[in-house]
């Protein structure tokens, strides 16, 4: 969809898109207020959208913020002849802002990117996705629910961990160790043949496209275009890389697909270091995104990550300290104070059994704040 008050910028525009394979232009817009009837009868249909900023009547800028709120999973970005306005255009979470005149080269630049962040952020249409995270459960068209039935609690447990290793083949006697360790060798060796059996016909009962093979005494189960939630979440961080201004919308996206209690839910032993390698991961982008919040003066949004991030892990040490540090960047002593006051309480310590990078950080930050009462 493409929105510009000049009629030859769009015409060049259209003419330089219809030459980029799989492109469809659903709209081309020189009045803003036509290019918003149109999105909001037609939003699930649009992709990506490229918007002029400086327009009689509203803005691109303005006009994106409407299109955010009419199609959220709508990627935008912005080609203009001004590059004043790239901080509020990367504020608006925008994928690309693109200089005119704009090149062939540099629009394919940025349409590839559309394509690769939608990729990432949202499976395909009609996708069947295993759910493991929160809860073990398929999920069909339309967020159709259908909860798995299982034969024993065995069969679940053989399934969970086969799907955490979709792809890739499992020696039968690592299934045997971690799943019947305390089971004699020929009755586990049935089971394990058992249950198997069981999930085969499982998925067969749900018409789902997913094998088990058995090869060199290796089980691998093969998923044939189903997605797991779980794999499909490590996957984006691999293909999101570094927090900047052509990823934090996918990241804020993939912050989401993990709630730090996911997992919980389980109680298989071999699943703890799965799950603590997850929180870590989690965790630790979580913190990068906050401080690229910071590093674009975004303060709310930076506090809101942090603060997600310290619900999820109220004693780590150092989301202590990313958040008291951000407050007292943003101007917010009071919040120093009252979360310093918090950490002391949840990690149930005096101030001077504290963490010691936390006591000296806050011992500076009240030298630091007595300073600026004296000389105000």
């Not at 015409?11 to 909001?40: C, M, N, R």
């Not at 069909?140 to 629910?145: D, K, L, S, T």
């Not at 955490?164 to 799943?179: F, G, I, N």
């Not at 997992?263 to 699943?271: N, P, Q």
């Amino acid at each position: 969809m493409l929105v510009d008050d000049e009629p030859l910028a769009l015409a060049y525009l259209e003419k330089q898109l219809s030459s980029i394979d799989g492109i469809q232009i659903a709209g081309a817009f020189t009045d803003p207020a036509k290019a918003v009837e149109f999105l909001g009868v037609s939003s699930g249909a649009i992709e990506l959208a490229l918007l002029d900023i400086e327009m009689p009547g509203r803005s691109g800028l303005e006009l994106a913020h409407v299109f955010q709120q009419l199609a959220p999973d709508m990627e935008i970005a912005f080609v203009t002849a001004y590059n004043e306005f790239a901080i509020e255009a990367f504020e608006l979470h925008s994928i690309d802002y693109l200089l005119k005149p704009v090149t062939p080269a540099r629009l394919r630049k940025t349409v590839d990117r559309a394509r690769r962040t939608l990729r990432i952020s949202k499976p395909a249409v009609g996708q069947r996705v295993i759910r493991l995270f929160d809860s073990l459960r398929l999920e069909e068209e339309a967020g159709r629910i259908t909860e798995f039935k299982w034969r024993t609690a065995k069969t679940q447990e053989l399934f969970t961990y086969l799907c955490l290793y979709a792809e890739q083949p499992v020696h039968r006697d690592m299934l045997l160790e971690v799943l019947w360790s305390d089971t004699p060798a020929e009755r586990a060796a049935t089971l394990l043949h058992t249950t198997v059996y069981q999930i085969r016909k499982m998925l067969k009962s749900l018409e789902l496209p997913a094998e088990i093979h058995f090869k060199e005494e290796s089980y691998t189960f093969r998923i044939n275009g189903i997605l797991i939630d779980a794999l499909d979440w490590e996957r984006k961080a691999e293909q999101l890389r570094m927090v900047d201004a052509f990823s934090i919308r996918g990241w804020c996206d993939w912050l989401r697909g993990y709630p730090p209690q996911s997992l919980t839910g389980y109680s298989y032993e071999w699943l703890l270091p799965y799950k603590q390698r997850c929180d870590r991961l989690w965790l630790s982008n979580a913190a990068q995104i906050a401080e690229y919040y910071e590093s674009i003066g975004q303060w709310e949004e930076a506090i809101d990550t942090w603060r997600t991030a310290v619900s999820a892990a109220p004693q780590e040490p150092a989301l202590c300290l990313g958040i008291m540090k951000a407050y007292e960047r943003a101007g917010r002593m009071a919040d120093v104070l009252d979360h310093y006051e918090d950490w002391i309480e949840r990690c149930n310590c005096g101030v001077q059994d504290s963490h010691p990078g936390i006591s000296q950080w806050f011992a500076e930050f009240r030298e630091r704040l007595l300073y600026r009462k004296i000389t105000e």
